[in-house]
């Protein structure tokens, strides 16, 4: 008899148990997490009711498989271009929630007699809010076109790269056991340089291959290659130094930018929601009940810790970047609760073996119980702000009121910002791909030299000097020469006033120094000469570059090409839907709002005009465009048909949004309950001698249209009469075949009046 290995019998009591009781919590409508985490709990190996898993190593070995493909489908949601352009009110709403839950989570560990490895973890644990649960709150109630719904969704886009920072900061305090500053800020610089290398990197190549090779990939092999990139850099983030889970993560944002994202992430889903579950399944196997009995006071305090402090920290945070009271208060409702990073970050610290056996069930429940209270409290904002409003001073709600709308209006951005911003933002990318570049001379074309010419130093030195500068050419001219770093608006602030000109000197003469440190660093490091000789040879170099530039840089080309990579998926957006793309971009931070429903073949709204109809008299709603097919009509009149399948735009307020989108789907349903739904069926039966129609013709019968049913087939003794004409008279004995709706057929054989 053949033995099974251990981990697929495991596997087989994860997916078992997973599959029966989250068809339990389906039809009780709760969320599928929590269902995974009672099966887990079910199946672990603290529950002797069930069978139970055979090696507890091989619910590490699920779990750290889950979290890879669970953060490379965060990845694929997540995509730097969203972190670009949530916009301030994010950042701000982020990062004083997080800053604010760290310090609390770290307190409230202390205060408990917990460790302080144990408190710091706690901290970093409460600073996440769970994108899984808000997702499923907001379409449970229908909150998904609301306009603080997109402040929270970018708020969570935040959270999930202040996530992957924070778990390579607790990696590096785990392993070392220290706390130095020197060292967490050299951990933060290490992986903000890998992630940005690795995102340029990853733009500059991936989104070709997949062009070159698209019309060779199906579905089967886009999910092959998609996989392959997640592990292969998994592999390499892991080589690096870094958690397997921070690869996956950079691998999906990266994917997040091509323009098969969205179909990547459809054929990824199956894989995320097995291996999400499989998960969440192991996360419940490793709580022990008994722990939860004994420290249930710590339970109830960090439940009420968490939900108290990010709902009124994440509410600060919102009102803190100029949103309204109402606003405010219903962002930070829906931030309330810790989970799937909460328990990243739990798992992180139980494969580093410095979290105490009582944190990781404690932070399962706090989960748990903040996930039961997410709906509730999202339903509690409204009533809330409205209160606030009664109890607050006029003094404070006018001040309020004034705070939102005055930094509403400081939306302009002035030229000098403009410039700064493109200034850093070159500066940064630009001294990361040089540092690359004096890596891989260090570590890869020197020892290469070394082999190929091991009797001459000097000769390895010149030509490692050589092909470093020349592949560094590039990136030095980009720095140091104005045309490729807004020119347009450094002349035009040149030319505004005098008083500038210093200042944008300043700014040239600090790329030139930048330059000149990297092409000096070369230098120093393979040419053991004065410092002042070192600066002088290396402006000359510049000064050789600057004159050559149009032989030696292809920076322009690379940059056209980087450029055309990264926002390829939004010209393809702008080009399928030009109208969204251009309200998104002009009026995402007003109160109205875009929505798309398409219109169902048994809607009443199916034949009738627009003036018919009256949307906006009826909801304060305006069809700006009805997408047909691949026709698309902008601002249609009142003369303007619907039909079914069309996908009528309208644009709107919260309100009349969700009123609108509510009634339609509404009536829909009525009308779709009113249909009558009896499918059309093929059936045979024999003529007997009291059939009502026996020896009369098909035609003089007419059961055709008596019936609405049609004769497709007569047998008759070994003949068989296919598609019989009218002609055809019903004999006894025969085999007739009829296609129609079964009860019609019914009265048919009976006679009965239809």
Request: hydrophobic content about 45%; charged content about 15%.
């Given at each position: 008899m053949s033995h099974l290995p251990t981990l697929i019998t495991d596997l087989a009591l994860i997916l078992v148990s997973a599959g029966i009781i989250t068809l339990l919590f389906k039809w009780l409508k709760q969320p599928l997490v929590l269902g995974y985490i009672v099966a887990g709990l079910l199946a672990g190996p603290y529950v002797h009711v069930f069978p139970t898993v055979g090696d507890i190593e091989n619910i590490n070995i699920w779990a750290e498989i889950g979290v890879v493909f669970l953060l490379f489908a965060l990845g694929l949601e997540f995509s730097f271009k969203k972190l670009v352009n949530v916009g301030s009110t994010a950042f701000i709403t982020a990062i004083t929630e997080v800053v604010t839950m760290l310090i609390i989570g770290y307190l409230v560990g202390y205060?408990?007699?917990?460790?302080?490895?144990?408190s710091i973890f706690l901290g970093g644990m409460l600073s996440m809010s769970s994108t899984t649960i808000i997702i499923k709150a907001f379409d449970d109630l229908g909150l998904r076109s609301q306009r603080f719904t997109g402040i929270v969704f970018g708020t969570l886009v935040v959270e999930d790269l202040v996530a992957i920072l924070m778990m390579v900061l607790l990696s590096t305090m785990a392993v070392s056991q220290q706390f130095a500053g020197e060292e967490l800020i050299m951990s933060v610089f290490k992986v903000i340089f890998f992630l940005v290398l690795w995102f340029l990197i990853g733009i500059f190549i991936i989104p070709l291959i997949l062009k070159k090779v698209k019309k060779l990939m199906n579905d089967e092999t886009l999910l092959v290659v998609a996989l392959g990139l997640?592990?292969?850099?998994?592999?390499?983030?892991?080589e690096t130094g870094f958690s397997a889970a921070l690869g996956a993560f950079i691998m999906g944002s990266i994917l997040a930018e091509t323009v098969e994202a969205e179909r990547i992430e459809h054929i990824i889903k199956p894989v995320k929601d097995l291996f999400g579950a499989i998960f969440f399944v192991s996360v419940g196997m490793l709580v022990d009940p008994a722990i939860l009995v004994e420290y249930a006071w710590p339970v109830a305090i960090i439940t009420l810790v968490t939900i108290v402090g990010k709902a009124c920290f994440s509410t600060f945070g919102v009102l803190l970047s100029g949103q309204t009271l109402k606003t405010s208060v219903k962002s930070g409702f829906s931030l309330a609760q810790i989970g799937e990073f909460a328990f990243i970050i739990a798992s992180l610290g139980v494969s580093l073996k410095v979290l105490d056996d009582y944190v990781y069930p404690i932070i399962v429940a706090v989960s748990v119980i903040t996930t039961f209270t997410t709906p509730y409290f999202i339903r509690l904002a409204d009533p809330f702000a409205d209160w606030l409003y009664r109890v607050l001073p006029d003094r404070t709600c006018n001040f309020l009121d004034r705070y939102s709308s005055g930094a509403k209006t400081i939306n302009h951005e002035s030229d000098w910002k403009k410039l700064l911003k493109s200034f850093l933002g070159r500066l940064s990318i630009f001294s990361i791909l040089l540092t690359a570049v004096f890596l891989l001379s260090t570590h890869g074309i020197y020892p290469l030299m070394t082999d190929q010419f091991p009797d001459s130093p000097v000769l390895d030195n010149v030509v490692t000097v050589v092909l470093t500068l020349v592949l560094m050419a590039p990136f030095?001219?980009?720095?140091?020469?104005?045309?490729?770093?807004?020119?347009?608006?450094?002349?035009?602030?040149?030319?505004d006033s005098k008083y500038n000109r210093g200042r944008?000197?300043?700014?040239?003469?600090?790329?030139?120094?930048?330059?000149?440190?990297?092409?000096?660093?070369?230098?120093?490091?393979?040419?053991?000469?004065?410092?002042?000789?070192?600066?002088?040879?290396?402006l000359g170099i510049l000064a050789l570059f600057l004159v050559f530039r149009r032989d030696l840089n292809q920076y322009a080309r690379l940059e056209k090409r980087f450029l055309l990579n990264l926002n390829q998926r939004e010209e393809a957006a702008r080009r399928r839907n030009p109208l969204r793309a251009s309200f998104k971009r002009k009026l995402?931070?007003?109160?109205?709002?875009?929505?798309?429903?398409?219109?169902?073949?048994?809607?009443?709204?199916?034949?009738?005009?627009?003036?018919?109809?009256?949307?906006?008299?009826t909801f304060g709603v305006s069809v700006v465009e009805i997408i047909r097919g691949?026709?698309?009509?902008?601002?249609?009149?009142?003369?303007?048909?619907?039909?079914?399948?069309?996908?009528?735009?309208?644009?709107?307020?919260?309100?009349?949004?969700?009123?609108?989108?509510a009634e339609v789907e509404r009536m829909q349903e009525e009308n779709r309950d009113g249909i009558h739904e009896e499918?059309?069926?093929?059936?045979?039966?024999?003529?007997?001698?009291?059939?009502?129609?026996?020896?009369q013709t098909l035609a003089e019968s007419h059961v055709g249209n008596r019936y609405n049913c049609v004769i497709v087939g007569v047998e008759r003794d070994d003949n068989a009469i296919m598609n019989p004409n009218g002609h055809t008279i019903f004999k006894e004995g025969d085999l007739v075949w009829v296609v129609g709706e079964r009860d019609n057929i019914r009265d048919m054989i009976a006679g009965k009046e239809s």
């Open positions: 205060m408990l007699g917990w460790s302080t490895m144990n997640c592990l292969g850099l998994v592999v390499l983030a892991t030095l001219i980009a720095l140091v020469s104005n045309k490729y770093n807004s020119r347009e608006l450094f002349m035009s602030l040149w030319n944008l000197v300043s700014m040239v003469l600090f790329r030139v120094f930048v330059a000149t440190f990297f092409v000096s660093l070369v230098l120093i490091r393979y040419f053991h000469i004065q410092y002042g000789i070192v600066i002088i040879i290396a995402s931070d007003k109160d109205i709002h875009l929505t798309a429903i398409t219109v169902s073949p048994n809607s009443p709204y199916a034949g009738l005009s627009l003036g018919e109809i009256s949307f906006r008299k691949d026709h698309k009509i902008n601002i249609p009149d009142n003369t303007e048909r619907v039909y079914p399948q069309d996908r009528l735009v309208v644009v709107g307020s919260d309100e009349q949004i969700q009123r609108f989108s499918e059309v069926t093929l059936q045979s039966f024999t003529v007997e001698p009291d059939f009502p129609f026996l020896e």
